[in-house]
């Protein structure tokens, strides 16, 4: 393992890194921020993440529905998803132009969209519905999804914002639709995915309510991340 001492970090930026059992003895640490998957923090030997994700749960109510085990809630929290994005949607038509662009190397609005395409294909439809169909081509998946063109990903795609959000609201539709008719414990049973290669390839094994977990944390992460660049290029732009 690395060992840093005495080095000054100061502005550093570590992305898709995995700092597990990472330990920072005697620093100094002024206006850090940190944003992932964060389990276990103790800070000056104190546990923080129950105070961190109690808080994150008063911002956003509808983690607790995602993490509910009633599909009642589980509905609830796809339509206030679905509101949530619209919401940002309608910012994002208020500002034409605005959509495709991003800071700090992260996907501008479009990108970020057509990622969601992608997951409900991959966890929605392969997972869930035991779909064996080719992805949708607009869909964008992470650097790691193996053989993209043969899964019907186009790389040259360029579709534009109201070409995704249409595709968007075929999904949501077919999303709605089964959450009307599955019931909870069905959720509890193991996802129908198909045995091939095709990504995910480790949700095998995996339940239905796993699966579908799935799609709507990555609804809530990304309509986060979304929103948190808006504010940051509305702020440049204001300054």
């Known amino acids: 393992m690395k060992r840093y001492v005495d080095e000054d ?21 002024q206006g850090a921020v940190i944003d992932g998957l964060v389990i276990d923090l103790v800070v000056n030997g104190v546990e923080v ?12 109510p509808v ?25 940002t949607v309608a910012r994002l038509r208020q500002s034409p132009g605005i959509e495709h662009d991003s800071v700090n190397d992260e996907w501008s609005a479009v990108p970020t969209l057509r990622h969601l395409v992608f997951v409900h294909d991959s966890w929605f439809r392969r997972c869930c519905l035991g779909s064996t169909d080719l992805f949708t081509s607009m869909g964008l998946g992470i650097e790691s999804v193996p053989d993209r063109e043969e899964q019907g990903l186009d790389p040259a795609a360029d579709p534009t914002l109201e070409e995704v959000l249409a595709t968007r609201d075929e999904q949501a539709a077919e999303l709605e639709r089964w959450l009307d008719t599955v019931t909870s414990e069905q959720l509890q049973e193991p996802a129908p995915v198909p045995d091939d290669d095709r990504w995910p390839p480790y949700a095998r094994g995996r339940s239905l309510r796993q699966c579908l977990g799935t799609v ?18 509305e702020r440049q732009a204001a300054g």
């Open 63 to 87: 983690r607790r529905l995602i993490r509910s085990d009633d599909v009642a809630d589980l509905r609830r929290a796809h339509r206030q998803l679905r509101a949530d994005w619209a919401a």
């Open 9 to 29: 970090l100061q502005g550093a930026e570590f992305r898709e890194c995995d700092l597990s059992n990472a330990r920072l003895v005697g620093v100094v640490m």
């Open 216 to 233: 709507l944390g990555e609804e809530l992460e990304h309509h986060q991340f979304c929103v948190r660049d808006l504010d940051l290029i």
């Open 49 to 60: 993440m129950a105070y961190v994700e109690a808080e994150l749960d008063r911002r956003h």
